[in-house]
């Protein structure tokens, strides 16, 4: 996990503590406020996570076609290898 990742969970607890003790009457839309800002940070933590996830599937991608092409060189007669090398 990341560092800005980690420091949005610890936000994220703290604002939901914030926002438990203030969950009374007298003090109900600090509570909200508080727990609206939690929400946020969740979208946001979230939203990081679904992108580190998009990036690596992309690396993937990306180091996967790159054996792809070296492989169909070789068998191309442009590298060193062999098609027999292959399977």
């Not at 610890?10 to 914030?18: A, H, P």
């Not at 790159?66 to 062999?82: D, E, F, P």
């Amino acid at each position: 996990m990341q560092l800005h990742q980690v420091r949005l969970t610890q936000e994220i607890s703290e604002l939901r503590k914030q926002a438990e003790a203030l969950n009374a009457p007298a003090t109900y839309a600090k509570c909200a406020k508080y727990q609206r800002l939690a929400l946020a940070k969740e979208r946001e933590l979230a939203s990081l996570q679904t992108n580190s996830k998009q990036t690596a599937s992309a690396a993937l991608a990306v180091a996967l076609s790159a054996v792809q092409v070296r492989g169909t060189a070789g068998c191309m007669g442009w590298g060193s290898g062999h098609c027999s090398s292959l399977t």
